[in-house]
């Protein structure tokens, strides 16, 4: 088995190499769409690289899908102009994950399939192992797709390339399917991997940007990707997520164990992963943290509050009292001794003339000097776009990490829905360390401008903080609020977090999200609309969203309040 490189030091150089494995797989496929069979041809390592690297480089997402709708949605970002009256209803230019899916990762993942499945015996035997591991990005991937839009083309999709006649009217497959299909899948993949074949594999080392071909690694990556499937499941069908749980639980090499094993792929600064102009938050504005969230955080010391957000703009009674003197701030306004404020997410209080200084830039004369500040704080724009300002840093694209299993594993115990070893406050203990542990990371590898590493005492005194030390009576929405803050760039899974869990909301005991419900429900998919009649597909797709509207959640194909499958009330 290979060594995993440790994870501080593995993205450093992957930028030179991305850049030249995606160079040559390119110029090899231009040949493709004239000769099909020409695939066969190539190392299957090479089409693996392009396949992992796509699923984190479409910079269109981030900023459409996740700086303009979710994480607004979902109060992780705040405008600083505050929110207009109709952001829970916007969502244009979104569900970029869709053709990225069948327009780059799909196909070359598939390749990497084919490829192997074309190859004399003896030759595929030693592929085995490549072949598991790339059904498990693969599958994650079309988890992600069918996440928000519901029903999607999997068992039959990718096939064109490959088939006489091109198959071009794929069937759709329902999400129950899809997330049967997933779990066969990954499974599949754990007991390839787990085997002691009779030939030695051949491994895609550095052109899995991952895990470089470590086979260990993948199987706990796969076995936790089962179990976030599963999460899916809670509502639907929970003793399906039960038994699942148990399953990887008990696996022999098991799920996610520690910070080392994470699922995060480091894209150097030299790759330009990440680094896209549509990848910068602050493109069209820009944004703060939600103001019960940054309070709650200040509140309790939580070190990753100066990870996620910069300091209010007035940091001193000296710098607050010169803009009351000229203005700025209302009179009836004191100071707070708050380095760290967030923002009204309700667009009703744009309107309050007492709390205009919050959406306005505060312009004002301190010790001689003209300032131009906000009076909340603006989130880190380095740590989901390391290029902001000139930066160097690395960008952070994270899949699933410990802090997700361990807060899983809690919420699970917590719920009576796992045989799970540990105890429900020991896996929310150990998963909040180690988000606290990543996010330091993090905040050192993207090259945040205020960086400050992490004391020795500091997770320690967080734990012991009134609503983040255990309470049995509000457990469950203290793992809940905890997972929410792990998903701060990780943004689908705090949208999924809200829509299967319900937390954070409005009437929390712990961190309540502001109420905003007089401006509509929370978007929880992506809008869908019929084929025209001469769409090749038509009687497929046509099909698929007369099944999902069947589903009386599921609404109107474009009403993106509706509900996917797996998304019960």
């Not at 829905?417 to 988000?435: C, Q, R, V």
Request: net charge negative; proline share 6%; glycine share 6%.
């Amino acid at each position: 088995m290979n060594t995993l490189i440790d994870f501080k030091y593995r993205y450093a150089f992957f930028g030179l190499l991305i850049m030249t494995v995606l160079s040559c797989s390119r110029s090899d496929f231009a040949k493709l769409n004239t000769d099909p069979d020409a695939v066969l041809s190539i190392d299957p390592k090479t089409e693996l690289t392009p396949g992992e690297i796509d699923i984190h480089s479409n910079d269109f997402e981030v900023f459409y899908d996740f700086v303009r709708n979710i994480k607004p949605w979902t109060q992780i970002y705040v405008a600083t102009i505050g929110n207009s009256a109709t952001f829970q209803t916007s969502g244009g230019n979104i569900n970029n994950r869709w053709g990225n899916f069948y327009g780059g990762v799909g196909y070359n993942l598939e390749d990497v399939l084919h490829i192997i499945d074309k190859m004399p015996e003896a030759k595929r035997a030693q592929y085995q192992f490549l072949r598991a591991i790339t059904s498990i990005p693969l599958a994650y991937y079309a988890f992600y797709v069918s996440d928000a839009n519901g029903s999607i083309p999997y068992t039959q999709a990718f096939r064109a390339r490959y088939t006489i006649p091109p198959m071009l009217t794929p069937v759709y497959d329902t999400q129950q399917s899809l997330f049967d299909t997933l779990d066969t899948q990954l499974k599949a993949a754990v007991t390839e991997l787990e085997s002691s074949p009779g030939v030695t594999q051949i491994l895609p080392g550095a052109n899995d940007i991952y895990f470089q071909g470590d086979p260990v690694h993948w199987i706990k990556a796969a076995n936790s990707l089962r179990l976030k499937i599963a999460m899916r499941l809670m509502k639907r069908d929970p003793a399906k997520l039960t038994a699942i749980a148990n399953e990887v639980l008990n696996d022999q090499v098991g799920l996610i164990a520690s910070d080392a094993d994470d699922w995060v792929f480091y894209a150097s600064a030299q790759s330009n992963i990440g680094n896209g102009g549509n990848s910068n938050p602050f493109n069209q504005g820009f944004y703060s943290g939600e103001l019960n969230t940054v309070s709650f955080m200040r509140n309790t010391q939580d070190p990753r509050t100066r990870i996620f957000y910069q300091k209010s703009g007035i940091t001193s009674q000296a710098m607050f009292d010169s803009a009351k003197a000229q203005g700025a701030i209302p009179n009836s306004v004191t100071w707070d001794g708050y380095q760290y404020r967030g923002q009204y997410a309700s667009p009703a209080a744009t309107q309050d003339a007492t709390k205009s200084y919050y959406f306005n830039t505060l312009k004002f004369s301190f010790n001689g000097q003209p300032q131009s500040i906000n009076y909340t704080s603006l989130i880190q724009p380095r740590l989901v776009y390391a290029a902001y300002n000139s930066g160097t840093g690395s960008n952070v694209f994270p899949v699933i990490t410990y802090a997700d299993v361990c807060l899983m594993r809690a919420e699970l115990v917590q719920r009576g829905l796992s045989n799970d070893p540990l105890t429900a406050d020991a896996l929310y203990y150990a998963g909040i360390t180690a988000s606290i542990t990543n996010y330091d990371n993090w905040g050192n590898i993207t090259q945040l401008a205020d960086y400050t590493p992490l004391g020795a005492n500091e997770i320690s005194n967080y734990l012991a903080q009134p609503g983040v030390v255990w309470d049995p009576a509000n457990a469950l929405e203290q793992i809940c609020i905890q997972e929410y803050l792990n998903f701060f760039i990780n943004s689908n899974e705090a949208w999924a977090e809200i829509k299967r869990t319900g937390f954070p909301n409005a009437a929390g005991q712990i961190m309540p999200l502001e109420d905003v419900s007089n401006y509509g429900p929370m978007p929880r998919r992506y809008s869908v609309s019929y084929p025209s009649s001469g769409d090749l597909n038509f009687a497929n797709v046509t099909q698929a969203i007369d099944d999902m509207r069947k589903d009386p959640g599921f609404g109107d194909p474009s009403d993106i309040t509706g509900r996917v499958w797996w998304d019960m009330p």
